[in-house]
């Protein structure tokens, strides 16, 4: 998750391709849930 979230974004600002550069912030949300779930077990 924390590579897709990292990686793909940036390839899309360097390539231009928005549907990339839109997946940081939904990826962020999932880590954060991930984590939540991780603490919370």
Do not use: D, E
Not at 17 to 25: E, G, I, Q, Y
Request: no cysteine.
């Amino acid at each position: 998750m924390a590579l897709a979230q990292s990686i793909l974004p940036l390839i899309g600002a360097q390539t231009g391709n928005v549907a990339w550069m839109s997946l940081a912030r939904p990826s962020a949300w999932g880590q954060f849930v991930f984590m939540v779930i991780a603490f919370g077990a």
